[in-house]
């Protein structure tokens, strides 16, 4: 065999190899993936049911606190309780077939990795909301098709008919995710708002001698009203390490979920709190102050680009009123004068 035939045999078979070197790999990576989402969806679905049973157990003490001689009435289910009963079997029923359909690959084109993280940020951890958003993006898609398509017949035919369909497939499909775009925004402003109370309540926490899990935990029991979002997101982070997860599992989701280096670096602070301890009131006041200045300078720049805006407003509003206050009577005089002049 001459020698420029084995060199393109040789070539070949390190091609091949190479190729199933990597398929190999690929194929690792997705088994990893696959029994990370496993082991999340067990946490989460471990999390709803302590989550139930801390319910039924509370529900369960207020019934045994009621006076033993007397027996609590029964309630009387109406059709309205019925009918809210089926509802939430019904959302249970279409959640379970969504948790289905989220790990092939046609629910990780409707559901991907874009629409997880906003769902997280919205504060929908769990996989049973992701399974609600898979359904609710395809019946949205399937009822405006089907209104465009009973309404326009009608009126419309040809391409006009085709193209009207289509739109309406896409903006149901569509319209979910731009709900949820629009939640997600307004609490990534939240967390932007509320990080520098969460390190003055931190460090009042941690000055009067209380841990770490009891600072959260009084801050998400206490100060709700003060950090609507932040708080929540500390109560999904303290559920998830009462279920197993370790801290820094359970407080890098926040790190990572909202793209702030603030309220990284703030994570990070809390994970080094937790694993070595140490006192902490000091950093954390001089983060809250470095915080309120970068606000302040950010609020200066606001101030002075409105101020460039309000220039053209003043312009086309109040600068015609002025002419006419300042000018108007010199100009009624001058026609008044020539007015006489002509006569």
Same mark, same amino acid.
């Given at each position: ?19 199933? !070197? ?76 969504? !948790? ?9 084109? !409707? ?58 497939? !896409? ?173």
């Amino acid at each position: 065999m001459r020698p420029d035939r084995l060199l393109a045999l040789a070539l070949a078979l390190a091609a091949l190899a190479a190729l199933l !070197i990597g398929a190999l790999l690929i194929a690792r990576l997705a088994a990893a993936r696959r029994s990370e989402r496993r082991l999340a969806h067990a946490l989460d679905e471990r999390a709803l049911q302590s989550a139930a049973l801390t319910a039924a157990a509370a529900a369960t003490s207020q019934a045994d606190a009621a006076p033993a001689g007397q027996h609590a009435p029964r309630p009387k289910r109406s059709k309205g309780t019925k009918g809210t009963q089926g509802t939430k079997a019904l959302l249970e029923h279409l959640a379970h077939a969504g !948790i289905r359909w989220l790990d092939t690959p046609f629910g990780r084109q !409707i559901v991907a990795d874009e629409d997880r993280r906003l769902l997280e940020q919205c504060g929908f951890v769990d996989a049973r909301t992701r399974g609600l958003f898979l359904i609710a993006r395809l019946a949205g898609a399937l009822v405006l098709c089907l209104l465009a398509v009973l309404l326009a017949s009608d009126y419309l035919n040809g391409p006009r008919y085709m193209a009207l369909v289509v739109a309406a497939l !896409i903006i149901g499909f569509m319209l979910p995710k731009v709900l949820l775009s629009r939640r997600a925004a307004a609490r990534r402003h939240g967390v932007v708002d509320e990080l520098p109370m969460l390190l003055d309540l931190l460090r009042l926490l941690q000055g009067v001698g209380l841990s770490l899990d009891q600072s959260l935990q009084v801050m998400v029991n206490d100060f709700r009203g003060v950090l609507p979002v932040l708080s929540s997101e500390l109560e999904i982070a303290q559920r998830q390490f009462a279920t197993g997860r370790t801290r820094e599992q359970s407080l890098n989701r926040l790190a990572s979920s909202y793209s702030n280096e603030d309220l990284r670096a703030v994570v990070r602070l809390l994970i080094q709190v937790d694993r070595h301890g140490g006192a902490v009131q000091e950093p954390l006041k001089q983060f809250g102050d470095r915080l309120r200045e970068t606000r302040r300078a950010a609020l200066r720049e606001r101030i002075g680009r409105l101020t460039v805006k309000m220039t053209g407003v003043m312009i086309l509003t109040l600068l015609p009123a002025l002419m006419i206050v300042t000018a108007g009577p010199g100009v009624l005089s001058v026609l008044h004068s020539l007015e006489s002049a002509r006569r």
